[in-house]
């Protein structure tokens, strides 16, 4: 089993920034995809932004130019640094975890951003 654990959620105003954290735990594979999803009140949860352990990288377009998604496979984290935040990016943030065919994923992150 992989157990994902997110930090750094909070209240921001607009324009601010956050840094989201996800750190893996348990049987970890070097062969993965990881990253963040997030679903608004009464919102369809969507992708945010994927990493492989090539380093290849994927963002939602209402995202793109903002947010960065990083990994570190010596501490087996993955962060998601959000600028130029919006009001329209409070969510509650998922992190997930794709290893041996199957979907792991986190307990979730409120991140609000007030105008």
């Known amino acids: 089993q992989v157990q994902l654990v997110e930090s750094g959620g909070g209240l921001v105003q607009a324009g601010g920034s956050l840094r989201l954290s996800c750190a893996a735990s348990?049987?970890?594979?070097?062969?993965?995809?990881m990253g963040w999803y997030r679903q608004a009140p009464g919102k369809q949860r969507e992708l945010v932004a994927t990493i492989s352990q090539y380093g290849t990288t994927t963002y939602a377009d209402s995202v793109k130019g903002r947010f960065t998604i990083s990994r570190d496979d010596a501490k087996n984290t993955v962060d998601l640094q959000m600028n130029s935040l919006k009001p329209e990016d409070t969510a509650v943030y998922f992190c997930y975890r794709h290893q041996y065919g199957s979907p792991y994923w986190g307990q979730g992150t409120q991140v609000t951003v007030s105008s």
């Open positions: 348990g049987s970890i594979s070097r062969i993965y995809i």
